[in-house]
């Protein structure tokens, strides 16, 4: 293949700003702390950092709620600071990815301000205001993510305005060429100062039907689902046109050299894959969370890994990713040592994994007492389990009493077992899941089939997952273990032979020759022999 975009070699770490490494001891993290930490990162050996937001916020969404796009809110530093990080990850090779949140402000940014202040203010159209139903309440059923209507009336005025999120959260009109015109300077203003691309909060929420129309019921819907699965998203989400809107995106991301649009959209794949776009003039990488939801049993994940690889179009990159912090731990989800196998499977599928800050030393949910809970979700819809305080405690460094995040108290709790389970601890034992991540991440370089290579399964049953990574030069073999059971002699395609170039358990270099055996959750990477 032709020589391949950075976006396309390397890897993704999410940091999550709050909770990555905090300097000046108010207990939430800050931008001086990710650039004392690059030297970790770089010696994990990922390529590219996605910050959470760090913008000016009320943070009712912890960032996701903008007040000024092109600011950093005095929690996490400012510009100066942002500046130093820039220059301090580029000096280091590594790429700086912000997270871009343009389906809605905070409700005290000043463009909100204005709009609310009347029906006549030149910027009442830059968000989405509607008369009451005939009843005189919403103007529609659509409700929002984090439960109740989506819709909150503004007496003054006597409409209301639609919040795909929370209250404070007014989704803007994207149907207004202001608004995009607006939002299309943001990303010049932060691609000016360097930073490299974009992830986008909720692309596919950005256009709404036009005439409002209601939302089909969801019949599966059963009591105790949260609000926002009463309804199927249909008239709320992912229209038809939004794609023209995320070209204009694409084009000014293009205005500038080797930067990258990543969307997120939670969506079944053959809708996910349209978020390429239909001649690619989409985002770079639509994420794809398909292993968020999956089952860990092989035959249901070659299903999805083979309809997924199938359905990405010509020209289109493949991306993977485990977590983030919106979804519980994946060490939690799958277990400790299935997560081992799971990392393994991350770093060996086609195209380009997105980490999530912790995962790597296998951080699990930290359970959150009812009075320490800081998720919105979680007040509002609470009991429900689906607060993301878990999966967002601070990162453990080391032993110390804060775990080497701070010298305050922690913004959220830090997990029990962070003495044990911590970077530092990891880092002297070569056996460990971030030993493995290393070892994994490293062996992307010097065989590129990992990142590049079709796939081709060749084995998914029960437990047992096996496929090849095969490019003209090389050719990878995968066999992964999900259970706690040996499998013995496994099946292999006849003649295989090769030699081990890894094993989640750190300890086996052995040549492989017909068959193969796994230890419990295991996983081995066999490197085949080239055959003349
Ligand atoms: C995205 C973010 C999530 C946020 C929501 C609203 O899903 O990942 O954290 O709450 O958008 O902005």
Same mark, same amino acid.
């Given at each position: ?17 709050r ?6 001891d108010?207990?939430i ?29 009320p ?11 092109c ?7 400012d ?57 005189g309440g919403?103007?529609n ?26 209250t404070?959260?007014?989704?803007? %009109?994207?149907r !207004? +060429? ?6 299309? =300077?943001?990303? #010049? *203003?932060?691609?000016? &100062?360097?930073? /490299? ?7 596919w ?9 209601? %939302?089909?019921? !969801? +019949?599966e ?5 949260? =609000?926002?699965? #009463? *309804?199927?998203?249909? &008239?709320?989400? /992912? ?9 204009e995106?694409?084009?000014v991301?293009d ?45 249901h ?19 993977w990713?485990?977590g983030?912090?919106d979804?519980?731990?994946?060490a ?38 009812t ?20 999966e967002?405690?601070p ?27 911590n ?40 437990d ?44 086996r ?7 193969l ?16």
């Amino acid at each position: 293949m032709a020589q391949a975009q950075w976006w396309q070699r390397g890897i993704f770490y999410q940091v999550y700003p709050r909770s990555f490494q905090d300097t000046n001891d108010d207990g939430i993290g800050d931008l001086d702390g990710i650039r004392a930490r690059l030297d970790y990162l770089v010696e994990l050996g990922i390529d590219a950092v996605w910050i959470s937001p760090i913008f000016p916020s009320p943070m009712a969404d912890f960032g996701y709620d903008v007040a000024d796009y092109c600011g950093i809110d005095p929690m996490f530093g400012d510009l100066d600071a942002f500046d130093r990080l820039i220059e301090a990850a580029h000096a280091r090779r590594l790429k700086i990815v912000l997270d871009f949140v343009p389906n809605h402000t905070s409700d005290q940014h000043p463009w909100f301000l204005e709009s609310r202040a009347s029906r006549e203010n030149p910027r009442r159209d830059w968000y989405i205001w509607r008369d009451p139903a005939a009843d005189g309440g919403p103007p529609n059923n659509w409700m929002s993510n984090f439960g109740g209507p989506a819709w909150t009336l503004d007496p003054a005025s006597g409409q209301y305005y639609y919040h795909a999120f929370l209250t404070q959260q007014p989704d803007l %009109n994207w149907r !207004n +060429p202001a608004v995009r015109a607006a939002m299309h =300077d943001v990303l #010049r *203003f932060w691609m000016a &100062r360097g930073v /490299d691309g974009f992830r986008v909060d909720v692309i596919w929420h950005l256009m709404k039907d036009a005439d409002f129309r209601d %939302n089909p019921p !969801n +019949p599966e819907y059963e009591p105790g689902d949260p =609000d926002i699965r #009463r *309804f199927i998203q249909s &008239r709320s989400t /992912d229209q038809p046109d939004v794609h023209a809107i995320i070209a204009e995106l694409r084009g000014v991301i293009d205005e500038y050299d080797d930067r990258v649009l990543i969307g997120e959209i939670y969506l079944p794949i053959d809708r996910l894959v349209a978020y390429y776009g239909e001649n690619l003039e989409g985002a770079h990488l639509p994420f794809n969370f398909q292993l968020i939801h999956a089952s860990w049993n092989a035959p249901h994940l070659a299903a999805l890994i083979a309809e997924y690889d199938g359905a990405v179009p010509e020209g289109g990159w493949p991306n993977w990713v485990l977590g983030n912090h919106d979804q519980p731990r994946i060490a939690s989800r799958i277990g400790a040592r299935r997560a081992r196998v799971a990392a393994m499977l991350l770093l060996t599928l086609r195209g380009t994994p997105t980490m999530y800050y912790g995962d790597e030393i296998g951080m699990e949910n930290v359970p959150i007492a009812t009075e320490d809970a800081q998720d919105p979700w979680e007040k509002n819809e609470p009991g429900l389990g689906l607060g993301r305080d878990p999966e967002r405690t601070p990162m453990q460094w080391d032993a110390s009493p804060y775990a080497g995040f701070t010298n305050g108290r922690p913004w959220l709790p830090l997990a029990a077992d962070f003495t044990t389970r911590n970077v530092a601890v990891q880092l002297e034992q070569p056996a460990s899941l971030l030993g493995l991540y290393r070892e994994l991440i490293a062996l992307r370089r010097p065989h590129p089939v990992l990142h590049a290579g079709t796939y081709r399964k060749i084995t998914a049953l029960g437990d047992v997952l096996v496929f090849l990574r095969e490019s003209a030069e090389e050719c990878v073999l995968v066999a992964l273990n999900l259970a706690g059971t040996v499998q013995d002699d496994i099946p292999l395609p006849p003649d295989t032979h090769g030699r081990v170039l890894a094993s989640t358990e750190r300890d086996r270099e052995e040549r492989v020759e017909g068959h193969l055996s796994l230890r419990p959750y295991e996983g081995v990477i066999v490197a085949l022999d080239a055959t003349a």
